[in-house]
């Protein structure tokens, strides 16, 4: 869908919810509680916290919905809410883990071999990424397993651009050496 349609989508269902049309606010919710699970997931690790997180996330939206000025997009709105809950829970926890750990790539058209390799390479993709430091991991989620851009990542974890840009791209770098000596073992 293309940015304005969802944007014009969004704020016509903020607008009802706000009015009291709880069927607005809940169809709200159904079109990001896969976004906002899948977040939560990269957090959590489970199921169980992850619901948890899921309402508190959702019901912070609703009490707050009046609050939102349109000043960027709703879903960069509810990706701050949801960040910031994520980051007061698990400082009592552990540390974040990337949801990389759910990446696979799958290809029925491959022989056994290189079914195997692909298993093999993804491992080695989840182990560079769990070694990356938490501030870049972050940032890499949020670009490339929720596709979200510079300036939207900016706004949900409060960092400049420019950081943003930084962690992505010493991410990457760190993901390209770690692979590289990985390759050639």
């Given at each position: 869908?293309?940015?304005?349609?969802?944007?014009k989508?969004?704020?016509?269902?903020?607008?009802?919810?706000?009015?009291?049309?709880?069927?607005?606010?809940?169809?709200?919710?159904?079109?990001?509680?896969?976004?906002?699970?899948?977040f939560?997931?990269?957090?959590?690790k489970?199921?169980?916290?992850?619901?948890?997180?899921?309402?508190?996330?959702?019901?912070k939206?609703?009490?707050?919905?009046s609050?939102?000025?349109?000043?960027s997009?709703?879903?960069?709105w509810l990706?701050?809410?949801?960040?910031?809950?994520?980051?007061?829970?698990?400082?009592?926890?552990?540390?974040?883990v990337?949801l990389?750990?759910?990446?696979?790539?799958?290809?029925g058209?491959?022989?056994?071999e290189d079914?195997?390799?692909?298993k093999?390479?993804?491992l080695?993709?989840?182990e560079a990424?769990?070694?990356?430091?938490e501030?870049?991991?972050v940032?890499l989620?949020?670009?490339?397993?929720?596709?979200?851009?510079?300036?939207?990542?900016?706004?949900?974890?409060?960092?400049?651009?420019?950081?943003?840009?930084s962690?992505?791209?010493?991410?990457k770098?760190?993901?390209k050496?770690?692979?590289?000596?990985?390759a050639?073992?």
């Amino acid at each position: 869908m293309e940015r304005t349609i969802i944007e014009k989508r969004d704020n016509t269902l903020i607008s009802s919810a706000c009015a009291g049309d709880s069927r607005s606010f809940a169809r709200l919710v159904s079109f990001y509680e896969k976004k906002v699970r899948a977040f939560g997931m990269g957090f959590f690790k489970n199921a169980s916290d992850t619901d948890d997180f899921l309402q508190e996330v959702f019901i912070k939206v609703y009490t707050h919905l009046s609050s939102f000025r349109g000043e960027s997009l709703f879903s960069t709105w509810l990706m701050r809410i949801a960040y910031n809950t994520a980051i007061n829970s698990v400082k009592r926890r552990k540390e974040y883990v990337s949801l990389s750990d759910d990446f696979e790539i799958i290809d029925g058209d491959l022989g056994p071999e290189d079914r195997q390799l692909r298993k093999l390479t993804a491992l080695a993709v989840r182990e560079a990424i769990a070694e990356l430091p938490e501030r870049y991991a972050v940032c890499l989620d949020l670009y490339f397993f929720n596709d979200m851009s510079h300036n939207e990542i900016s706004d949900v974890l409060d960092l400049p651009v420019n950081t943003v840009k930084s962690h992505i791209f010493r991410a990457k770098k760190i993901l390209k050496d770690s692979l590289t000596e990985y390759a050639s073992m």
